[in-house]
Structure formats: C-alpha cells, structure tokens
C-alpha cells in the first residue's frame, strides 16, 4: 500500500474525517450561481490561490517588521 495514503488514512481516523462523496451542484462565487463542474473547479481553485497570496503577503509584512522567524505566525 502506499505510504502516503496509509499515512492520510490514519490520519483522517483518528480525526474523525471519512471521505465526503456528496457533489457540488452549485455553488455560489462572486455573487454569481455557477453549476458547470469546471467553473466550480476553478471557482475554487481562484479562492485557495488568492488565500495563499494573501497569507504570504501577510507573512512577509510581518517579517519586514523585524519578527524572528521563531514567532508563531497567526491569521
């Protein structure tokens, strides 16, 4: 078996997450219903990326404030 798998499968027993298999029908993204599969995809996909950017923008004015790297980082 593969090792991540085994690993995420642990993981997610012993945090009480199984596999959700409901499909996203619609979703609702900028104030707009989308139901198309690839425009949910990359309705998500533009969410989680500008999530990391502004996460990294966060961190890097944080670090231009002279906080060591030691100092947990909180959003």
């Given at each position: 078996?593969?090792k991540?798998?085994?690993?995420?499968?642990?993981?997610?027993l012993e945090?009480n997450?199984?596999?959700?298999?409901?499909?996203?029908?619609?979703l609702?993204?900028?104030?707009?219903?989308?139901?198309?599969?690839?425009?949910?995809?990359?309705?998500?996909?533009?969410y989680?990326?500008?999530?990391?950017?502004?996460?990294?923008?966060?961190?890097?004015e944080l670090?231009?404030?002279?906080?060591?790297?030691?100092?947990?980082f909180?959003?």
């Amino acid at each position: 078996m593969n090792k991540n798998k085994t690993i995420w499968d642990t993981v997610n027993l012993e945090t009480n997450k199984t596999g959700n298999t409901e499909k996203i029908n619609t979703l609702n993204s900028d104030g707009n219903s989308i139901s198309n599969c690839q425009e949910i995809a990359n309705a998500f996909n533009k969410y989680f990326l500008t999530t990391a950017k502004s996460i990294n923008t966060k961190q890097n004015e944080l670090s231009s404030h002279n906080v060591d790297n030691t100092t947990p980082f909180i959003i």
